[in-house]
């Protein structure tokens, strides 16, 4: 798998997140307060809000146009809700944290 350096764990707000521009299209990059990296693509699966924008609590990000909360681990949104965003595979090397786009892209597109 090819994997892109997106940056280090510090240029990822605790709680929050950044986005990356990718051939993919927009991914957002999670920080938990555990310091695990998670990277998804930025839209919910409900409206197409932006996740980057939602707030990180564990493992999870409530969008924040209709309050979704969506597993950074596995993309999908939690029940009663239903619907998932692809998830874009992290790897941490030292400091530096690497995307596999590739990955992603077969999810993505079967």
């Known amino acids: 798998m090819d994997w892109i350096n997106i940056g280090t764990l510090s240029d990822i707000p605790p709680l929050g997140a950044r986005t990356v521009e990718t051939s993919l299209g927009e991914v957002a990059v999670f920080r938990t307060a555990a310091d695990e990296v998670f990277a998804l693509i ?9 996740l980057s924008e939602g707030i990180v609590s564990g493992r999870k990000v409530a969008c924040p146009l209709h309050n979704w909360v969506i597993d950074l681990n596995s993309g999908a949104a939690d029940a009663p809700d ?13 400091g530096a944290i690497f995307l596999g786009l590739e990955a992603a892209r077969k999810v993505a597109h079967g």
């Open 42 to 50: 930025n839209r919910c699966p409900h409206k197409g809000g932006p």
């Open 82 to 94: 239903e619907g998932c965003t692809t998830v874009v595979p992290v790897r941490r090397d030292g």
